[in-house]
């Protein structure tokens, strides 16, 4: 094989790569959305999932009266937002999953956390015997789980939602059909290089 057909090979693996490691979109509440409104059942609707790394977690809802902000879990059992790791006040966030561990979200406008608009979003560490490619450790290390210093940037956690239909559990079908499609035609392009 000559070297441009190595490399346009290469190319094409980590593209698929990309594809592959794509997770799954949740929104919280499901077609409720993040709302202290009604009876919105948060801790049932997050163990009802099973999260893993690069997984993305949708919040909407009405700016003028919610807002996310992600805390400790001190403060999370204390419905307690004067200390946050980050606060976003968008109306349709996204948290993208980036290590296993626990994280916890409230609302901090007066009452709203204590009528139980709290989530915990808890993401298993990956099994050994694990084969999801979305669950494969980072080749950086991870800082401490919580930790008051750990580093939380907006650009790196958080991005635009892609604001799944409404009643859309997670949109990973679609994502699913992409990857395929993608190993398909890498498979077709190194048959024909062969």
Partial sequence: MTLPKKAMLL?????VFCGVTKGEVYKVGD??????IGHSDY???SASKNFRVGDSIVFEYNKQFHNVVRVTHKNFNACNATTTYSTFNTGNDTFVIRRP????????FPGHCQNGQKV????????KSSSSPSSSPSSSPSPKPNSPLEPVTPSATWAPSPSPAAG????????????FKLW??????????V
Avoid at 168 to 179: M, T, V
Avoid at 184 to 193: E, F, G, P, T, W
């Fill in 11 to 15: 190319v094409l693996m980590a593209l």
């Fill in 31 to 36: 077609s409720t959305g993040w709302t202290d």
């Fill in 43 to 45: 801790k049932s609707w």
């Fill in 101 to 108: 561990g626990h994280f916890y979200f409230i609302c901090s």
């Fill in 120 to 127: 915990d979003i808890r993401v298993p560490k990956p099994t």
């Fill in 168 to 179: 859309d559990k997670k949109s990973g079908s679609s994502e699913l059909f992409f990857s």
């Fill in 184 to 193: 398909l035609s890498m498979l077709l392009i190194v048959a024909s290089m």
